[in-house]
T-cell receptor, first 111, second 112 residues
Framework: QKEVEQDPGPLSVPEGAIVSLNCTYS??????FMWYRQYSRKGPELLMYTYSSGNKEDGRFTAQVDKSSKYISLFIRDSQPSDSATYLCAMGGGSNYKLTFGKGTLLTVNP | EAEVAQSPRYKITEKSQAVAFWCDPISGHATLYWYRQILGQGPELLVQ????????DSQLPKDRFSAERLKGVDSTLKIQPAELGDSAMYLC??????????FGPGTRLLVL
């Protein structure tokens, strides 16, 4: 079992839809959780990061962490064609602050 | 807004040749990371530097890969000799806090 599991999709939604992206993990040592957005042929861009269970909101994006279930989510409200990208979850903890990434979910928002 | 710089952006080489990638982190960021990202996969850490010291190179194939950060600022990743399986995106990231990493645009390597 991989430390971080993420459904690679692809996921295709109409403009304006609510998008839910998810990751599960197995390592209880993970303490902080991040979501990166990666456009084709570009480097990952940090979207959000959280340290604790619960929700964190930033504009149209909400990150949710459930440590008891080892499950994290990213919700995108009112999705736009410009949101079309690969979304990577990443998590870390411990003394070396190494990040472990999911495979990424390819999202397409259709106008 | 400060960014991580990488060059070249694209590199095509033949197997058994040597290649080198360069990274300039965000000013003031003490920690620098090199990742490899294969198409359809998430980035995987190759090497992590704290200033000029290697913190983690457990996943670096040391028979052919080397990395240095001599003055604790910019860094070079080298592959010699390149193999077909090295074709991938090579990403550099840097951080000031211990958790948040900021990535450069990457170098896309194709080995023929």
């Amino acid at each position: 079992q991989k430390e971080v599991e993420q459904d690679p999709g692809p996921l295709s939604v109409p403009e304006g839809a609510i998008v839910s992206l998810n990751c599960t993990y197995s390592n209880s040592a993970f303490q902080y959780f991040m979501w990166y957005r990666q456009y084709s042929r570009k480097g990952p861009e940090l979207l959000m990061y959280t340290y604790s269970s619960g929700n964190k909101e930033d504009g149209r994006f909400t990150a949710q962490v459930d440590k008891s279930s080892k499950y994290i989510s990213l919700f995108i409200r009112d999705s736009q064609p410009s949101d079309s990208a690969t979304y990577l979850c990443a998590m870390g903890g411990g003394s070396n602050y190494k990040l472990t990434f999911g495979k990424g979910t390819l999202l397409t928002v259709n106008p | 807004e400060a960014e991580v710089a990488q060059s070249p952006r694209y590199k095509i080489t033949e197997k058994s040749q040597a290649v080198a990638f360069w990274c300039d982190p965000i000013s003031g960021h003490a920690t620098l990371y090199w990742y490899r990202q294969i198409l359809g996969q998430g980035p995987e850490l190759l090497v992590q530097f704290q200033d000029e010291s290697v913190v983690d190179d457990s996943q670096l194939p040391k028979d052919r890969f080397s990395a240095e950060r001599l003055k604790g600022v910019d860094s070079t990743l080298k592959i010699q000799p390149a193999e077909l399986g090295d074709s991938a995106m090579y990403l550099c990231a840097s951080s000031s806090t211990q958790e948040t990493q900021y990535f450069g645009p990457g170098t896309r390597l194709l080995v023929l």
